[in-house]
């Protein structure tokens, strides 16, 4: 049987791999500049900007994954405007 520190251990554990620190997901660097779903990528990107700072996430960490973000948005936003 495990003992209750080991447990707990276990579980702190866990939770700490939850609150790591984020970089922008593979799917945010990777977005393409599809124009046809111009406003649905936005609206994603915008919703990852959005993202509340992680526990163990410094301000500087946080500022440049959003800064990578809206970098995103306004690379879409220009290469597919609207003729």
């Known amino acids: ?3 209750t520190k080991v447990y707990a251990l276990i579980v702190a554990l866990a939770l700490a791999g939850c609150a790591t620190n984020r970089s922008p997901p593979v799917s945010v ?3 393409p500049n ?3 779903n111009r406003e649905m990528i ?3 990107l ?3 900007a959005a ?3 992680g526990t163990f996430e410094t301000e500087k ?3 440049h994954t959003r800064a990578e973000i809206r970098h995103r948005i306004w690379d ?3 290469n597919c405007q609207p003729v």
């Open 29 to 31: 660097r990777m977005v």
């Open 42 to 44: 936005i609206n994603y």
């Open 51 to 53: 993202q509340p700072r």
């Open 76 to 78: 879409v936003r220009y």
């Open 46 to 48: 915008a919703l990852q």
């Open 34 to 36: 599809d124009c046809a």
């Open 1 to 3: 049987m495990v003992s």
């Open 61 to 63: 960490e946080y500022e």
